[in-house]
């Protein structure tokens, strides 16, 4: 398989509230939309951010509709704490606060206006468990 291009296509109630989230808070243009259908994509996230309206009849296979349960949409950053402390003071809902694995993942998630999670990590010396 050769791929040429990469996307994450969510199901949501209100694209225009993830998407306007998704540009507001992660940077996020849009590149196309439609009624039901917004692609938003960034310079360095590798791949479009796709929201499709919950009960499009084009949404295939029927039998994946709906909310994405258990689906997290991860981006690794540079500056992990400065980006917690921004999202948190603008408003976000951060649904898991900041904290470190024993691996050195160093993270936190939040949550836009339909419920999909968003978690950023940054890769940090694992902490000492000497300590």
Request: aromatic content about 10%; some cysteine; charged content about 20%.
């Amino acid at each position: 398989v050769q791929i040429t291009a990469s996307a994450i296509s969510v199901n949501v109630a209100d694209v225009q509230a993830s998407s306007e989230w998704a540009r507001k808070y992660l940077g996020f243009d849009a590149a196309m939309s439609a009624d039901g259908f917004c692609s938003l994509a960034h310079p360095d996230a590798g791949f479009n951010l796709i929201y499709l309206r919950t009960g499009l009849p084009t949404f295939k296979p029927a039998s994946a509709a709906g909310t994405a349960t258990g689906l997290l949409v991860v981006f690794t950053v540079e500056d992990i704490d400065g980006d917690y402390m921004r999202l948190r003071d603008a408003g976000v809902e951060i649904v898991t606060p900041i904290e470190t694995e024993p691996w050195g993942e160093r993270y936190f998630q939040m949550a836009d206006p339909n419920g999909v999670i968003y978690q950023l990590v940054q890769w940090v010396e694992p902490p000492d468990p000497t300590l």
